[in-house]
């Protein structure tokens, strides 16, 4: 990449730790890591990042001086951020507002990266293949504090900068939290073999068709964008998606059949969410047209790799109790 200097939000999170480590394997780049609170500065050089903290964000930016922002810090669980609407929208909106001002102040020039989400389009799925030129309908209040501060970054930052928005699909591997559907069902079939659950399944909508694809795959898109920047409009929206909708039953046939168990399967009310789009599918036409492969839909092997990371955390726990 053409970046010196380079900060990274989220970078402890699920998808900042796989970007970090693609990162670390470029020569002559200082990383400034920015973690949430559990974050510290140990080893690897986190620095716990508060982004409600404007003060602590404008200093950070103005010693650092980078020529690259990656914004990945946010409040990502739809259902968590639904059931705490004002910090979701202090983390995923006025952070980001925050973080465009200093860079407005301190290093004009730079290159923003931000990830938004495929959620913004909302109820526009209803009208077919989504792609970035088209309208947004959020309808959760993750998707609305995504929506609003890919708006507030087009606008705040100076003309000079570079602003780039991607809006992955659906993406799941190894280390992701149970709240999230693939490491839920995971997780609950894990507990089933290990004698800790009866073999019933909660689950919500299976109808649904969603884009799924591996973490490392988004990660390494989003690095080919980078690599790509400067050959990109300086205002650049971008849907990151193996364009391939699956039905989320599918998934999880798939992933019952991984098990020796036996397992029944119920739909839990409280799991169903009253936004939900029958399919949601993204436009890759403009992916391809910078020359970028799109991330490949989702596999057996990375359900697999789900199944198994929470059946060694599953036997974790039990280890632990005994």
């Known amino acids: 990449m053409a970046f ?5 939000t989220g970078a402890n999170g699920f998808v900042g730790r796989r970007f970090v480590a693609a990162l670390r394997r470029i020569e002559d780049v200082v990383l400034t890591l920015c973690g949430g609170p559990q974050a510290g500065r140990d080893d690897l050089g986190y620095h716990r990042l508060d982004l409600s903290d ?3 964000i404008d200093a950070l930016v103005a010693e650092t001086a980078p020529d690259l922002v990656i914004h990945l810090a946010g409040q990502a669980s739809v259902s968590q951020a639904d059931s705490a609407s004002a910090v979701t929208w202090e983390v995923n909106f006025v952070g980001s507002f925050h973080l465009a001002q200093a860079i407005q102040r301190h290093t004009p020039n730079a290159t923003m990266f931000f990830t938004s989400s495929a959620d913004v389009y909302g109820a526009a799925f209803n009208d077919g293949v989504a792609s970035e030129d088209g309208a947004l309908k959020p309808q959760s209040v993750y998707a609305h504090t995504k929506a609003a501060a890919e708006a507030m970054l087009a606008d705040v930052l100076p003309s000079e900068a570079r602003l780039i928005i991607v809006r992955p699909s659906n993406h799941s591997g190894s280390g992701q939290d149970e709240r999230f559907v693939l490491p839920s069902f995971a997780r609950q079939i894990a507990e089933v073999e290990a ?5 019933v399944m909660k689950v919500g909508n299976l109808d649904a068709e969603r884009d799924f694809m591996h973490v490392d795959a988004v990660a390494d898109t989003y690095l080919q964008l980078l690599s790509n920047a400067s050959a990109l409009p300086k205002r650049t929206v971008v849907n990151v998606a193996s364009g391939r909708s699956i039905p989320i039953r599918a998934l999880l046939d798939a992933m019952l059949r991984m098990t020796e168990m036996s397992i029944a399967v119920e739909v839990d009310s409280k799991r169903l969410r ?7 599918r993204l436009s890759i036409a403009q992916l391809r ?3 970028i492969k799109p991330p490949n839909p989702v596999s057996d092997d990375l ?10 955390k599953t036997q974790q726990k039990v280890e632990l109790d005994r």
């Open 4 to 8: 010196r200097s380079v900060l990274v």
């Open 54 to 56: 404007a003060t602590a």
């Open 303 to 312: 359900l697999r790799e789900i199944l198994d990371d929470q059946r060694a």
């Open 289 to 291: 047209g910078f020359g």
């Open 274 to 280: 009253p936004s939900d789009v029958p399919s949601a």
């Open 195 to 199: 004698g800790l659950r009866r073999p």
